[in-house]
């Protein structure tokens, strides 16, 4: 079947704009990029008209929680993959914290035939590090590998023994895997819920001290250094925390790293009351904060923006706030949130942020997709970044709408979604 998307406006690199084009999809491929100038034959192909439309590669998600299988109040497959495609997402890796955990291969297989019969987008799971992300066994790698996983991680938790931690990169890297590491140190958090900053001291509350996540990203970078995997730290959020992965980054090791748009846009002084929608893992820091982890963006310390989509229920949510879950979702405000904050205000190039959200991903986990090129898969996404609107959490695809983001007026919302060269989500169809 071929598709032909006409008149999108494609980021140009090299001058700096954008550059309309034509563009034709064949059999799950981006088979042709012309000048906007011809007048292609279409003949009998399916044409969408993407006059005035930002047309960029498929937005990339290194880092989602789809809680399927075992919390499908929360989420699942189908869902799951409906709010990626609304965001503009094409391909998203799925965190193993489910349950059972994906720690084993029937696990990463469930996910897989899923996704392939209910699912809309492209769905790369990651498996557990340790079985059910305990701490205390490393699961069996290599049948994991086999099974389709693409990298091992804990998230949810850290991993807490460094024995462990090394024994996990000897192993990955012998296999070359890549492990992702959520870095938390628990003797440093235990009970708390909201970053030492301005917030907790007005509210009376001991805060979580930035070194928790800092110390498991020095340990983990000396031993990524010393076992010589690529290691990835999920959801940068201190200071602390980018210093050493410049310092480890300027010395060789293979680190790299990931930040959340929230961890962008809000700090702790930014949070409303004990509200359950401002509590997330790792937590809100300080302002200085936020501006380190803005650096390191834009320096390429970090190296791509991940949403960390993570749906609880409202009934979890409307818990005290020291038993609410942590996590937000965020497929549906991404892009728009940082298009908003970002690229309006002219801090950013359009080209910087879809980089830091196609291409660099797939630069870094070695992914085909991700590349608006003549060859590469047919991923696209059609974006309007002339439309603004308030986000409302009750039209999410999400089953769930844990947000802080509610109300808030943004720009640049997606409008149709491509995987495979097939239309998987389209603003006019919703
Ligand atoms: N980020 C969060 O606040 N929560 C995540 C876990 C995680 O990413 O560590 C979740 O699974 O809910
Ligand atoms: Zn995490
Ligand atoms: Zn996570």
Not at 158 to 185: F, N, R, T, W, Y
Not at 200 to 223: F, M, T, W, Y
Request: with cysteine; charged share 20%.
């Amino acid at each position: 079947m071929t598709l032909w998307i006409l008149n999108g406006n494609v980021w140009d690199e090299t001058s700096g704009s954008l550059l309309n084009k034509h563009v034709r999809l064949e059999a799950g491929q981006i088979a042709e990029i012309i000048d906007g100038a011809n007048t292609p034959d279409t003949g009998s192909a399916e044409v969408i008209d993407a006059a005035g439309k930002l047309l960029s590669a498929g937005l990339i998600d290194m880092h989602v929680h789809l809680r399927d299988p075992g919390f499908e109040y929360k989420e699942d497959i189908a869902t799951g993959t409906r709010s990626a495609a609304k965001g503009g997402f094409t391909t998203i890796a799925c965190m193993p914290n489910t349950r059972p955990s994906t720690d084993t291969p029937e696990t990463v297989k469930y996910i897989l035939d899923k996704n392939a019969s209910e699912g809309v987008v492209r769905v790369l799971p990651y498996a557990a590090i340790t079985k059910n992300q305990l701490g205390r066994e490393l699961t069996d790698f290599a049948a994991l590998k086999e099974a389709g996983a693409i990298g091992f991680t804990d998230d949810g938790v850290g991993v807490q023994s460094a024995q462990m931690m090394k024994d996990a990169m000897a192993l990955a890297k012998s296999m070359d895997m890549p492990v992702i590491a959520h870095c938390e140190d628990n003797t440093l958090v235990e009970g708390l819920f909201f970053s030492e900053g301005e917030f907790a001291r007005k509210n009376g509350l001991k805060g979580i001290p930035n070194e928790s996540e800092a110390i498991h990203v020095g340990r983990d970078a000396l031993l990524a250094e010393a076992t010589g995997v690529h290691y990835h730290v999920c959801h940068v959020s201190t200071e602390q925390s980018v210093r050493l992965i410049r310092l480890a980054k300027s010395i060789g090791v293979r680190i790299t790293a990931e930040v959340c748009p929230h961890h962008l846009v809000l700090s702790d002084e930014d949070i409303p009351g004990l509200d359950s929608n401002w509590k997330m893992n790792p937590p809100l820091r300080t302002p200085r904060d936020v501006q380190a982890v803005i650096e390191a963006l834009e320096d390429g310390t970090i190296d791509m923006i991940v949403t960390d989509h993570a749906p609880h229920s409202a009934e979890e949510k409307a818990r005290d706030i020291q038993l609410a879950p942590f996590g937000i979702v965020g497929f549906e405000t991404a892009f728009p949130l940082l298009y908003t904050k970002f690229v309006l205000t002219g801090k950013w190039t359009l080209g910087f942020l879809l980089q830091r959200m196609t291409s660099d991903p797939a630069r870094v986990f070695r992914l085909p997709t991700g590349r608006l090129e003549q060859g590469a898969p047919a991923d696209l996404t059609l974006i309007d970044l002339d439309s603004e609107r308030a986000v409302d959490p009750s039209t999410f695809a999400s089953k769930s709408n844990n947000t802080p983001f509610d109300g808030w007026k943004l720009q640049g919302w997606p409008v149709t979604t491509i995987v495979n060269g097939a239309v998987v989500y389209s603003e006019s169809a919703n």
